[in-house]
């Protein structure tokens, strides 16, 4: 969401200027070093809604067209008060004044837009497009994704087979190797293992000061790929041939 969007506005710049009165930057200026000799700082407050305004207006700005609109954009002059800092002054502001606070920031100037604009919290209005505007509600299941994530999880099972196999030498069996695996050769696989092993759950280690045996975390782990696999299973088998996609909301939308 952009000022300029959001705000009932004439002069962007003016209005923006003004909107930014309300908030509290000083916070985000902790890390300026104290000024003692040579040349005096550039208002870290006026640079602060420079680089603010710059991205609001575009997007995304570089600093080099940060430098260049200081010297000929009157709105980016008059929030500099005339001043004209250079992109390496901009890149230094940004990464060692502001570093990771820029979040921060943004969180900071939607709760003032909220506040000026009377936003509407309780209410989520969406279109046709598939942008997930609410995480927890409007969530989608990608089918290529989806591919992806379980190719990665076959390589996972790969690596514990073999480290499995060389806990269980002693025992004469081996675990088969492959580049992909189902839900039930893990399930029996896994029950395999217990046996040799003789692990009752009941016994099984948990939390600080724990220490787990391999055993245990083996046969867990193995647990978990599984249940991570027949996720994947069913989220391809919901998407099928014809779909490449389905809301988490609504399995039968066809897309």
């Known amino acids: 969401m952009f000022i300029s969007d959001s705000l009932d506005i004439c002069d962007p710049v003016?209005?923006?200027?003004?909107?930014?009165?309300?908030?509290?930057?000083?916070?985000?200026?902790?890390?300026?070093?104290?000024?003692?000799?040579?040349?005096?700082?550039?208002?870290?407050?006026?640079?602060?809604?420079?680089?603010?305004?710059?991205?609001?207006?575009?997007?995304?700005?570089?600093?080099?067209?940060?430098?260049?609109?200081?010297?000929?954009?009157?709105?980016?002059m008059y929030l500099m008060d005339n001043e004209r800092p250079t992109y390496r002054t901009f890149s230094y502001f940004i990464n060692d004044v502001l570093g990771e606070c820029m979040e921060d920031i943004f969180a900071d100037i939607n709760k003032k837009?909220?506040?000026?604009?009377?936003?509407?919290?309780?209410?989520?209005?969406?279109?046709?497009?598939?942008?997930?505007?609410?995480?927890?509600?409007?969530?989608?299941?990608?089918?290529?994704?989806?591919?992806?994530?379980?190719?990665?999880?076959?390589?996972?099972?790969?690596?514990?087979?073999?480290e499995m196999n060389e806990t269980l030498l002693w025992s004469g069996l081996h675990i088969e190797t492959n580049t992909e695996y189902i839900p039930e050769q893990l399930a029996a696989i896994a029950e395999r293992y217990r046996e040799v092993w003789k692990l009752d759950q009941k016994t099984f280690v948990y939390g600080k000061g724990h220490r787990k045996s391999v055993q245990q975390r083996q046969y867990e782990k193995l647990l978990e790929y599984k249940e991570k696999l027949e996720e994947y299973v069913?989220?391809?088998?919901?998407?099928?041939?014809?779909?490449?996609?389905?809301?988490?909301?609504?399995?039968?939308?066809?897309m």
Do not use: Q
């Not at 207006?57 to 080099?64: A, D, F, W």
């Not at 088998?237 to 939308?253: A, M």
């Open 14 to 76: 003016l209005t923006f200027d003004e909107f930014m009165e309300g908030i509290d930057l000083a916070k985000y200026l902790d890390k300026l070093p104290v000024h003692k000799t040579g040349r005096l700082r550039y208002n870290p407050v006026n640079m602060l809604k420079t680089v603010l305004f710059g991205f609001m207006t575009k997007g995304y700005m570089s600093l080099r067209e940060l430098e260049e609109n200081c010297r000929i954009n009157i709105r980016f």
């Open 113 to 162: 837009i909220f506040e000026v604009e009377g936003v509407d919290l309780n209410h989520l209005y969406i279109d046709g497009s598939k942008f997930e505007a609410n995480a927890n509600k409007y969530s989608w299941v990608w089918k290529k994704a989806t591919e992806k994530s379980r190719y990665r999880l076959f390589d996972k099972i790969t690596v514990l087979f073999t």
């Open 234 to 254: 069913e989220k391809m088998d919901i998407c099928g041939e014809n779909r490449n996609s389905y809301p988490k909301t609504g399995r039968s939308l066809c």
